[in-house]
């Protein structure tokens, strides 16, 4: 049985854009955090945010406090490889999530297609959890769910 570490790193060893949830332009993640107006400050982390354009397009858009988490060291890289010297403007955190313990709160906590495959109850009340210590009260938490044919489900929440 393969590590998530193992199994995500295979999933990428085609590279970033061989992968089925592949997007040249994560739109709906960007109309979403759009309308949510964050300051240009805003603590923003991309849980199982792998290989994903989001980083740089947020930083395009002047977000400067960007984190990425991954349990892949092979999507971290082809993210980071991506951004080229702005990569050091973001903080890349080579990690599984289901072991994070953040030492800060974050203003967004942004999610698309990492949390459906916590399918044991036991995970997903660990992630609730763990989104409600990460995310600042006030704060926007946006995750996605997939479904099938990665027709993927979208939520906005804001923490009270
Ligand atoms: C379906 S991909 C989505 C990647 C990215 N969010 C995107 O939209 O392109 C799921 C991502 O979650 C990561 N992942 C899966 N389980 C994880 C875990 N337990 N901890 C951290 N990352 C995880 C995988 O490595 C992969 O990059």
């Known amino acids: 049985?393969?590590?998530?570490?193992?199994?995500?790193?295979?999933?990428?060893?085609?590279?970033?854009?061989a992968v089925s949830w592949f997007q040249a332009r994560p739109e709906v993640s960007l109309r979403l955090i759009d309308g949510l107006d964050l300051a240009p400050a805003a603590p923003v982390i991309d849980v199982g945010g792998g290989a994903s354009p989001l980083a740089a397009a947020l930083l395009d858009r002047g977000l400067s406090d960007l984190t990425v988490l991954d349990v892949s060291a092979a999507a971290l890289a082809a993210a980071r490889e991506r951004l080229g010297p702005h990569a050091a403007e973001v903080t890349w955190m080579h990690e599984d999530l289901r072991a994070f313990a953040p030492e800060r709160r974050y203003a967004l906590w942004h999610d698309r297609a990492v949390l459906h495959f916590l399918t044991a109850e036991a995970e997903r009340r660990a992630y609730a959890d763990l989104a409600a210590r990460a995310v600042a009260p006030g704060g926007e938490e946006?995750?996605?769910p997939g479904g099938a044919a990665q027709r993927f489900t979208w939520v906005v929440a804001r923490r009270r």
């Not at 049985?1 to 854009?17: F, I, L, N, S, V």
């Open 142 to 144: 946006h995750r996605t």
């Open 1 to 17: 049985m393969p590590t998530a570490a193992e199994h995500w790193d295979a999933a990428y060893a085609r590279g970033p854009q």
